[in-house]
Structure formats: C-alpha cells, structure tokens
C-alpha cells in the first residue's frame, strides 16, 4: 500500500503513474466489488502498465453496492444529496484523518494559510441532511482558520450581508463559500462591491433554480458581488480530493488527483484534449475505497492538465459503464 508521505509528496508526471499504477493493483486485490468490475471487462492486471488501461468504475456502483478495499469499521459515511425518493450515493470512509490531509494539503497547495482567511459558508441544502462531505471539510476549514468572525449561514442573509461588508471593509481576506443558488439568492437582496472577498461556488441549484450555463452565472455572480471573477470547488461525495477554480471555470488538481476525458459513445476510449467528454477521475487519496471513477459529469481537459466541466449526462443509462449496475 501507499504511503501518506509518498501520496501527498508526488511532484512529476512519473511519480502519479507509478502510485496509480500500485494503488490499481492493490484496490484490485482488495476491492471486491472493483475486482468483479475488472473481470467483467476481462482486465488482464499484469498488462495494465498505463493510467487508459486501468478500468474506471462508474460512479453509480456507489449507490448500489459497498465500494471499500479493506474490511474495517466505516470511521465516516458520507452521502450524496438527492431529491426525495432518489437513491443517494454511500461513501464508506474507513479512514477519515486521508480525508482531513487531503482536503487540508488541496486547500493549501491553492490558497495558502487557511489562518490568512476568514471562511464563511452558505450552504443551506448541505446544512439540512446528514451526511455531506462538504459540510464535513468546511466545519473543519472554518476551525483552523482560528478566526472568531468564521462560520456558517442557513437562511440568515441579514447577518451575513452585514459580516461580509464590514469584514471586506476593514481589509479582512474573506472565503464566501456558497452553493450556487443561495449565492444568486443573496446578490438578489444586495448588491457588493467587495475587495479582499473571494467568492467561492459549489455545486448547484439543487432543484431551486433553473439551471444556467456557467458563463451567464459567473458573470451575474461577479457583477452582483462586485468581483473580477468567481472561484470554483470541484469534488463529490465519493472523493476524497477537489479540484479548485481560480476564475473561468478552468480547474486544477492537486497533485495527487488528474482526471482523463473518456469518449461519451465508447466509455474504454480517450478523447484528444480539448475536446467534451465524460470525466473520469483519478484520486490517489481515496485509496480505501475506489481511486479510478467514471463521473457522470462532461468535461474538456487541456495540455496543461487543467480542465473545465460542462455539464452533465442525463440519467438514461452511459453507454458502456453499465455493468453491473442495478
């Protein structure tokens, strides 16, 4: 198995597939429900000597089966968001304290000092259920920031439109961390002019607003908060890595994470960069449970290992990464 220090110390292109390549075969190994996957696809493990030969499991598999590569006590169980009768994701953490480094070393590997920032969060969908990754990463973020003012809103948008002025004002280097929705529904009761803010988006509408292409978003979100660009949070439950966006909605991974671009028609094959496909996701930290995901999210990924997201599939069956999903 893989080391933390070797994991959290990959610095070139040879070190990732190395690691991925042994985190590959050890999940193999250890990971039933990613063994049965394989084997369906007749994956020959000694002749996978390359990141496009290693199977990547659809991300459905985690809402129908238990998807962990050793056999100990679940420390976390975190679950997707799903609207009332859908069935959610499980993802079954057996150890935790990757999760912590992993997101720690991310944040700091793009923003620095977390202690630098005062992070407030608007999450309201996350804050009523059980079970967010999110939720669990930004409680955690708001405790090492050591900042009093840190802290969460649910629906008190007075409170917060007063904190983030006067924090902005007296030169304080704010995170607003917020999902999608709730955002546009506080630019709606004011509008900012804000210039040590960072506004930070994740996830969606979550049913609550009419979707919107991200360019028709970030520019009513940076006109609404008086900002020069929006920040973007890339993860999921079934991670235990994020990728981060600095403005135009182009994203980098920290260096244990790469995402490769599958061809939407022939899920086994690659697509050229530049070109939209579905995202599939290499997570070197989430080696307790699956490393290698197919998402169901649309993407692009550029020479320079950055990438954008585009959209999504829709719910009909993706051609190819249907096995075993029930």
């Known amino acids: 198995m893989v080391s933390n220090s070797d994991l959290f110390s990959i610095s070139n292109q040879k070190q990732f597939e190395k690691i991925a390549l042994k985190t590959f075969r050890y999940q193999y190994e250890n990971n039933l429900v990613y063994q049965e996957f394989c084997d369906l696809l007749k ?13 990547f499991l659809p991300i459905q598999f985690f809402k129908s089966h238990a998807v962990v590569t050793n056999n100990e006590t679940p420390q976390a169980i975190f679950t997707s968001s799903g609207t ?22 991310g944040f700091s590997q793009f923003y620095g000092n977390i202690e630098n920032y005062v992070v407030l969060a608007l999450l309201p969908s996350y804050l009523e259920r059980e079970g967010s990754s999110l939720i669990y990463m930004v ?13 969460f809103y ?3 948008h007075e409170e917060l439109i007063e904190k983030l002025i006067a924090l902005d004002s007296e030169g ?8 999608t929705y709730a955002l546009l529904d506080l630019i709606e009761k004011r509008k900012f002019q804000f ?9 969606g509408m979550k049913g609550k607003r009419k979707e ?11 006109a609404g908060f008086g900002v020069a660009s929006i920040h973007s949070e890339y993860g999921m439950t079934e991670l235990l890595s994020q990728a981060y966006s600095l403005g135009e909605g182009v994203f980098e991974c920290p260096s244990w994470m790469q995402i490769l671009i599958r061809d939407t028609e022939d899920a086994l094959s690659y697509i050229a960069n530049g070109k939209t496909g579905g995202i599939n996701v290499i997570d070197l930290a989430n080696r307790n449970s699956c490393s290698f995901i197919a998402t169901q999210d649309l993407g692009k990924k550029y020479a320079n290992g950055t990438f954008e997201v585009l959209g999504r599939f829709d719910n009909t069956d993706i051609r190819g990464c249907n096995l075993m999903v029930v």
């Open 84 to 105: 009332t009768g859908m069935t959610t994701s499980q993802h079954l953490v057996t150890d935790v304290t990757l999760y912590e480094e992993s997101y720690r070393r």
């Open 154 to 156: 649910l629906n008190n």
């Open 43 to 55: 994956t020959n493990v000694q002749k996978v000597k390359t990141l496009q030969q290693i199977p």
């Open 195 to 203: 210039q040590n803010t960072i506004i930070m988006e994740t996830g």
């Open 139 to 151: 409680e955690d973020l708001i405790q090492l920031s050591n900042q009093p003012e840190s802290g």
């Open 172 to 179: 304080q280097n704010v995170i607003l961390i917020g999902v």
């Open 212 to 222: 919107m292409i991200r360019e028709e978003l970030h520019e009513q979100l940076c």
